[in-house]
């Protein structure tokens, strides 16, 4: 348990659904992550959010839409998917303090299958 | 790309040292080398980081050359359960904006019973 969950641990969804994957961190961290990892490729950073504000956007296609309502809570809006968006879908958050190193804590990963 | 170089893949025997080692030549002087392990789909778990000296957890010890070109992650005593993939990343100190990670291929260490 490493203080970071996320929602659902398992989605199947078809090429014209929208859903949304929901991370918590309980942490009091201040920024917060997505990752994706496909089969057999390193994880790719996707988005990076610092005090609730988007700081980085990996070139992610526009079909994956982020959402920081507050510091402990991260979402990533799916919609028309294509079937190479399946893969292992994981949050982090860590807390930045400038000048200082942290670590970042990840959560199970949500597992995305696009039909 | 990340910036590190790691061998793909490695044994132990349970009870022994693991040491897995990681190049890092074009390291800059404000980064720092980070360890993470994945266990088969679960999400990474941080394991130990060091700018210049040697540093050691619960977890393990972090070995860096003087030259910051090169270091080892020592696992003392492997168990089965420390049977993952083990990524060695270099990132910098940000100013302020939250800290990249570039996740390489890792080494999927495989410690034998």
């Known amino acids: 348990e490493t203080g970071v969950t996320q929602t659902p641990r398992h989605l199947v969804m078809g090429m014209t659904n929208k859903k949304s994957l929901k991370c918590e961190q309980h942490l009091g961290h201040n920024a917060m992550y997505w990752y994706k990892q496909s089969a057999k490729k390193p994880l790719e950073l996707m988005f990076v959010y610092n005090f609730k504000e988007q700081t980085e956007n990996n070139s992610v296609p526009s079909r994956f839409s982020p959402e920081c309502p507050n510091s402990s809570h991260l979402f990533l809006h799916l919609h028309t998917l294509q079937p190479e968006d399946s893969a292992l879908y994981l949050c982090?958050?860590?807390?930045?303090?400038?000048?200082?190193?942290?670590?970042?804590?990840f959560g199970p990963g949500t597992r995305l299958t696009v039909l | 790309d990340a910036k590190t170089t790691q061998p793909p893949s490695m044994d132990c025997a349970e009870g022994r040292a693991a040491n897995l080692p990681c190049n890092h030549s074009?390291?800059?002087?404000?980064?720092?080398v980070y360890w993470y392990r994945q266990i088969h789909s679960q999400g990474p778990q941080y394991i130990i980081h060091g700018l210049k000296n040697n540093e050691t957890n619960e977890m393990a010890s972090l070995i860096i050359t003087e030259d910051r070109k090169s270091s080892t992650l020592i696992l003392p005593h492997a168990t089965l359960r420390d049977t993952a993939v083990y990524y060695c990343i270099v990132a910098g100190i940000s100013s302020g904006s939250a800290r990249q990670l570039t996740f390489g291929s890792g080494t999927q260490l495989t410690v034998l019973p």
């Open positions: 074009t390291i800059s002087g404000n980064e720092y």
């Open positions: 982090a958050s860590s807390q930045e303090n400038l000048g200082l190193v942290d670590e970042q804590f």
